[in-house]
Structure formats: structure tokens, C-alpha cells
């Protein structure tokens, strides 16, 4: 079988931040890196899981959101990817900031968490997930859309 993409990423090279890492006709990939790969420190599932509802909703909401394709955790627990298309780098870093504030000053209900709308709604913790948040954004909030690349 051929290496998929995500895996031919230097990940020894990664750092917190937001990446394009790759594009697929005009599907943009954005890797939103929260904790530097392979050092021990990750988000916890209940923070991941809360970060995802947060982020989605809030992204499917925003004045962009027609060009929102999916928010979803990486699986190794070190951020999220972001898709979109038709959105310049510079919206596209503007939403993520956008919407890691909106995650870091969350309270309330954590949208789509009850039984009949998510698969394991008990698995949420909104203090960590707001902990995350705000260590991120000062990440993000020093970036410009030129540093947006590998």
C-alpha cells in the first residue's frame, strides 16, 4: 500500500501551531497542532471531546461557515484539523483564532452533548477543554497567514 500523506510529515519537526498540510483540489487541510508531537504531553479525551464539539459549532456558525467542511480531533491527540474551501489562509486563521477564544471564555451547556446527539456525551470536561483553549491562543494569535505552511 502507498504511505498516506499525513504520514510522510516530519513530525520530529512539528511544533505548536497551524500548518496547510495538504490540498486536495480546492480542499485546504489545515493542521492546527496543539502539543508538539511525541513528548508526552496530550490532550486528555474529555478536553479533545469538548474542543471538538466547541470548535465545530462554532466554526458551522461563523460568517464563514460555508466554507467549513469538517473540525476533528487527530487521533494522536495533539490538535485538529480544520477543512476548508474557498476560505484564503488568512480567513482560515482568523476563524481558528476566532473560534479558540470563543473556546477558551465557553461557558454553559457544551453544544451536542446529550444522549441523543453524540455517541459518548459523558466523555466532556469544559474546565480543560477552556484550559487548552487559552494556552493555544497566544500560539495562534501570534501567527500571520504567511507562516501558514510546513
Known amino acids: 500500500m ?3 500523506a499525513s504520514f510522510c510529515v ?10 496547510l498540510s495538504r490540498q486536495d483540489g480546492d480542499v485546504l487541510t489545515w493542521d492546527i497542532r496543539m502539543k508538539k508531537p511525541n513528548q508526552g504531553d496530550y490532550l486528555t479525551t474529555g478536553a479533545a471531546h469538548t474542543l471538538e464539539h466547541l ?10 461557515k460555508d466554507g467549513v467542511i469538517y473540525v476533528g480531533p487527530m487521533g494522536c491527540r495533539t490538535g485538529f484539523y480544520l ?13 481558528t483564532v476566532d473560534s479558540f477564544r470563543f473556546m477558551a471564555a465557553f461557558e454553559g451547556d457544551i453544544p451536542g ?3 441523543v446527539e453524540c455517541g459518548n456525551y459523558r466523555d466532556m470536561d469544559l474546565p ?3 484550559a487548552e483553549a ?6 495562534l494569535e ?4 504567511d507562516q501558514l505552511h510546513y
Open 142 to 145: 501570534a501567527l500571520t497567514a
Open 55 to 64: 470548535f465545530a459549532t462554532y466554526a458551522r456558525n461563523s460568517a464563514v
Open 113 to 115: 452533548a446529550s444522549e
Open 134 to 139: 487559552a494556552a493555544m491562543l497566544p500560539v
Open 128 to 130: 480543560a477543554a477552556r
Open 2 to 4: 502507498e504511505r498516506i
Open 83 to 95: 477543512l476548508t474551501r474557498g476560505l484564503t489562509p488568512a480567513q482560515a486563521l482568523e476563524l
Open 10 to 19: 516530519d513530525h520530529t519537526k512539528l511544533d505548536r501551531g497551524m500548518y
